[in-house]
């Protein structure tokens, strides 16, 4: 019930392409889906948040689409860039509680 | 503000040996995370505080684990006795919610190794 899944596992893609990261959750009173960004050696951090009454939320080349009937959000990076290569987690918490599920983490390489 | 500070970065100790990883969160947090990361299990909370008191231990894989924050600029993981299966990276977080919204920052970590 606390589960986050995530997919794909890992992601290669062309320089200016579109880079798709794809979770999807059970719980449904989590309200709070937050994105976070990891390199190496470095702590994850907030790359881009949505609730759930908005579908899409777009930061710069970052987008969130979030789809509640089916319990699933995606991230989308367009135009993607070599230092758009880390590792990305989706997460959800609920209501008041503060602490974050965690999906499994993505491994994007973006290719010069 | 210099973000959430871990130490020590790296620690390599011997098995059976006690562990202590220290975490100072960002100055008017007031929530404080304990993170374990590894390839296989992903990040995993271990355990977290909302002004100094634990809230949430359940994460805390064993006895052999502890966690304090006796005030609200300082917190301790600590793990005795340490086995190589505790390799991992340890992360802190602290957050404070504004505007409808909580963010977590974490600190760069604590990377573990149990011979």
């Known amino acids: 019930q606390q589960q986050v899944k995530q997919s794909p596992q890992s992601l290669i893609v062309q320089k200016g392409g579109i880079s798709i990261i794809n979770c999807a959750y059970e719980n449904t009173a989590f309200d709070y889906f937050p994105w976070y960004q990891q390199f190496p050696g470095k702590g994850p951090a907030l790359l881009i948040a949505i609730r759930p009454d908005v579908s899409e939320k777009k930061e710069g080349r970052f987008t969130i689409s979030f789809n509640k009937s089916a319990k699933q959000f995606s991230l989308h990076i367009m135009d993607s860039q070599p230092g758009d290569s880390a590792t990305y987690f989706c997460?959800?918490?609920?209501?008041?509680?503060?602490?974050?599920?965690f999906g499994s983490g993505t491994q994007l390489t973006v290719l010069p | 503000d210099a973000g959430v500070i871990q130490s020590p970065r790296h620690e390599v100790t011997e098995m059976g040996q006690e562990v202590t990883l220290r975490c100072k969160p960002i100055?008017?947090?007031?929530?404080l995370f304990w993170y374990r990361q590894t390839m296989m299990r992903g990040l995993e909370l271990l355990i977290y505080?909302?002004?100094?008191?634990?809230?949430?231990d359940s994460g805390m894989p064993e006895d052999r684990f502890s966690a304090k924050m006796p005030n609200a600029s300082f917190s301790t993981l600590k793990i005795q006795p340490s086995e190589p299966r505790d390799s991992a990276v340890y992360f802190c977080?602290?957050?404070?919610?504004?505007?409808?919204?909580?963010?977590?920052?974490f600190g760069p970590g604590t990377r573990l190794t149990v011979l």
């Open positions: 100055s008017g947090h007031d929530y």
């Open positions: 505080f909302n002004n100094n008191v634990p809230i949430d």
């Open positions: 977080a602290s957050s404070f919610w504004a505007g409808g919204q909580d963010t977590q920052y």
């Open positions: 997460a959800a918490s609920k209501g008041s509680a503060r602490q974050l599920t």
